[in-house]
C-alpha cells in the first residue's frame, strides 16, 4: 500500500525517484511509516500530503480542532493502542467506529481495533501533528493514570474504604503516621501526584483543588479563571496523595484535624515552580488547594496588562509621585500582585530603597527588599509597617490593608514623604473610600494622602487562533445591559474553540481598570463625606472610565466577550 502511494506522489510531481528511494531506505532501516518520513524531510507539505492521501484513497481529512469525541466513544480505544497506532476514535453509528488515522494504510492496525471494540473501522485521514496534540489532549491523564495503576501493589489495590476512613479517626497515630507516610512515599502516590502538578503547568492551570468525597477524589485545574475538572485518581489513593503533598509541604502528617499552609518549590521541566499549599479538614478527609506560581509566566510591563491609553497614562503618573499612597482594590484572583509587582519593577531603579511587607511573598524580585508576615511571632503588617520607617526607604508596598491600624500607620507613611501602594478588597474604586473611613481611618487623612485608587478584574480573552465575527444577540445584549447601537454594524467576536485553547474559545486572560486620581474636587468630597455614588459620579466627568465601560471597549476591540463582562462586571 505505501508502495502504491510513493509511486502515486512521484506520478503526480511532488516527489523525485531518488527522494522516495532515500525514504524507503529509512523506511527499512527505522522501521518507521512512509508518511512520518516524508514530513520529516520536508519532502511534501503536510496539507500537500493530505490532499493527495484523500485523492488516493477517496477518503474525508477532518480538522480535530473542531471535534470533540465524546467520552463513552474515546473509551472504545484504550489509550496505550491509540498511542501505539497514531489514531483516535471520534464517532459511533450503528457498527461503524470512525477512527482518525494518519496511515490508513495500516491494515494491522485496522484489523486490531476491530478485534479490540468489536466493530468496522471506518478510517477518515488526519495530519500527524494534530493526531499528536488530540492524543495528548484526550489520552494523556488517562495514560498516566493506567501506568499508575499498573504499578499499584496488591496490597494497595486491596486497601478498602473502611480501611482508609479508620486511618482518618486520629487514633493509633504511631502506626498510622507509619502507614500513611509508607503509602506516600509509594512510588504510584509519587508519579501521580507529579503528573498532576507537571499537568496543571503544562496547561497554564493557576491552582490545583483536590477534594474528597465519600466515593471519590475530584480533581480540578483553574485554568484562565475558571475550574475544570480533570480525570478522577483511584479513589484507594486518597489518603496516599494528601499525605504525600503534606510531605512535600512540610507539613504535621498526624495532624488532620486543622488546617495547615506550607509551600513546594518543584522543578517541572527546565521551570522552577511554587506551590502555595492550603490544607482543610472536610467531612470525608483533607481537601487540598494548591496554588501555582510560575515565576516564568509573571508579567512585569504595565503596558502589556490591558490598560486603555488613557488609563494607563494616569497610572504612570500617579506612581511618579514622591509620596501619598496608591490603593489598587479587587477580589482575590483579579491581578492585584501582577499590577504591583509590575509598578515596582518600574520603579526599580538603584536610587531608590523599596521595602514590601506581604502574606505571602508571591515572586522574588531583585533588587528589593521583601519581607514575609509571620503573626505568630508578632511579625504582623502593622509593626513590620513601623519598623520599616526607620529605614528611611523611598516606596513601601503593604500587601493588604486589612485593619484600621495598618491603614492609619500606612496612611501616615504616606504623609510623612514615602510612596506607599497597598491592596484592599472593595468592589470598585469609589467604594474604597468609604471603606476607609469605615475601619476608622479619619476623613482628613483619607483626603490628604491618596493619590489614585484603581479597581481591577480579570477577564478571559478570546483565543486568536479561531476568533470569529459573529451577529450580537439582542435578548443577550439586553441581559447585559448594553445599550443598543453601542457595537458598530452590531458585530462582535467569539472563539469557536480550536486545539490551541482547548476547544474552550478563550485563551489567556486580560484585565479591565477602574482608574480613578484623587483630583481636588475628589479631595474636597472626602472631607465633606460624600457618598460613593456622588464620588463616583464626579469621577466619571473628570474621564474615570468603569470596570463595565472598560470591559465594553475590550468586546468591540473583539479582546473579549459578553458572557466575561456580565461575569465579571455589574450593569446598573
Known amino acids: 500500500m505505501e508502495e502504491k502511494l510513493g509511486a502515486y506522489l512521484v506520478k503526480n510531481g511532488l516527489l523525485t525517484e531518488d527522494q522516495l528511494r532515500d525514504a524507503v531506505k529509512e523506511k527499512k532501516n527505522t522501521g518507521q511509516r512512509l ?60 457498527r461503524y467506529l470512525t477512527v482518525a488515522m494518519v496511515d490508513p494504510t495500516d491494515i494491522n492496525a485496522i484489523e486490531d481495533l476491530r478485534f479490540i471494540t468489536g466493530k468496522e473501522i471506518n478510517p477518515v485521514l488526519v495530519s500527524e501533528s494534530s493526531i499528536r496534540e488530540a492524543l495528548d489532549r484526550y489520552y494523556k491523564m488517562e495514560k498516566g493514570l493506567a501506568e499508575v495503576k499498573s504499578e499499584m501493589t496488591p496490597v494497595t489495590k486491596e486497601l478498602d474504604v473502611e480501611d482508609l476512613e479508620l486511618l482518618e479517626t486520629g487514633f493509633e497515630d504511631d502506626v498510622e503516621e507509619t502507614k500513611l507516610r509508607a503509602d506516600a512515599e509509594g512510588g504510584p502516590v509519587i508519579r501521580l501526584v507529579n503528573f498532576y502538578i507537571a499537568d496543571a503547568v503544562h496547561k497554564g492551570a493557576s491552582d490545583i483543588h483536590i477534594e474528597p468525597y465519600e466515593k471519590q477524589v475530584r480533581v480540578r485545574f483553574r485554568i484562565d479563571g475558571v475550574l475544570r475538572e480533570q480525570q478522577f485518581p483511584p479513589f484507594n489513593l486518597k489518603a496516599g496523595i494528601t499525605t504525600r503533598l503534606k510531605l512535600m509541604a512540610k507539613m504535621d502528617i498526624a495532624e488532620r484535624r486543622l488546617c495547615q499552609d506550607g509551600r513546594i518549590n518543584i522543578l ?11 490544607v482543610i479538614p472536610t467531612l470525608y478527609g483533607e481537601k487540598v488547594v494548591m496554588r501555582i506560581l510560575d515565576r516564568s509566566s509573571l508579567m512585569l510591563d504595565l503596558t502589556k496588562l490591558g490598560f486603555g491609553e488613557v488609563s494607563l497614562k494616569k497610572y504612570l503618573g500617579a506612581i511618579e509621585h514622591p509620596y501619598g499612597i496608591i490603593l489598587i482594590t479587587g477580589p482575590t484572583g483579579s491581578g492585584k500582585t501582577t499590577t504591583l509587582y509590575s509598578t515596582l519593577a518600574r520603579l526599580n531603579n538603584p536610587d531608590r530603597q523599596i521595602m514590601t511587607i506581604e502574606d505571602p511573598v508571591e515572586y522574588n524580585l531583585h533588587g528589593i527588599n521583601q519581607i514575609q508576615v509571620h503573626e505568630e511571632i508578632g511579625l504582623t503588617f502593622s509593626n513590620a509597617l513601623r519598623a520599616f520607617l526607620r529605614q528611611a526607604p523611598n516606596i513601601i508596598l503593604v500587601g493588604e490593608i486589612r485593619d484600621s491600624e495598618t491603614a492609619e500607620i500606612a496612611i501616615r ?36 494622602a491618596l493619590v489614585l485608587i484603581q479597581a481591577q478584574r480579570l477577564v478571559r480573552r478570546i483565543c486568536s487562533k479561531c476568533r470569529e465575527e459573529i451577529e450580537a444577540d439582542p435578548k443577550l445584549l439586553e441581559e447585559a445591559g448594553v445599550a443598543k447601537g453601542t457595537f458598530p454594524n452590531n458585530k462582535i467576536f467569539k472563539g469557536k474553540g480550536c486545539t490551541n485553547c482547548n476547544q474552550t474559545g478563550y485563551k489567556g486572560r486580560i484585565g479591565l481598570y477602574e482608574v480613578m486620581p484623587i483630583s481636588p474636587d475628589i479631595r474636597a468630597m472626602i472631607l465633606k463625606g460624600s457618598s460613593s455614588d456622588e464620588i463616583a459620579e464626579q469621577a466619571e466627568k473628570e474621564g474615570m472610565l468603569t470596570l463595565r465601560d472598560d470591559g465594553i471597549e475590550k468586546v468591540k476591540e473583539g479582546v473579549t466577550t459578553i458572557e466575561e463582562l456580565m461575569r465579571e462586571t455589574v450593569s446598573f
Open 35 to 94: 508518511i512520518s518520513i516524508l514530513n520529516g524531510r520536508n519532502y511534501v507539505t503536510e496539507s500537500k500530503l493530505l490532499a493527495q492521501l484523500s485523492n488516493l484513497y477517496r477518503m474525508e481529512v477532518v480538522d480535530l480542532d473542531y471535534i470533540i469525541p465524546d467520552e463513552k466513544v474515546l473509551e472504545r480505544i484504550p489509550a496505550e493502542k491509540a498511542y501505539h497506532y497514531e489514531v483516535l476514535p471520534i464517532d459511533i453509528k450503528g
Open 413 to 448: 507613611a504616606a504623609l510623612t514623604g514615602h510612596l506607599v501602594f497597598s491592596t484592599i478588597h472593595t468592589n470598585d474604586a469609589p467604594t474604597t473610600i468609604n471603606r476607609l473611613v469605615d475601619i476608622g481611618v479619619a476623613p482628613y487623612l483619607v483626603s490628604s
Open 268 to 278: 517541572v521541566g527546565s521551570k522552577m515552580i511554587d506551590l502555595r499549599v492550603s
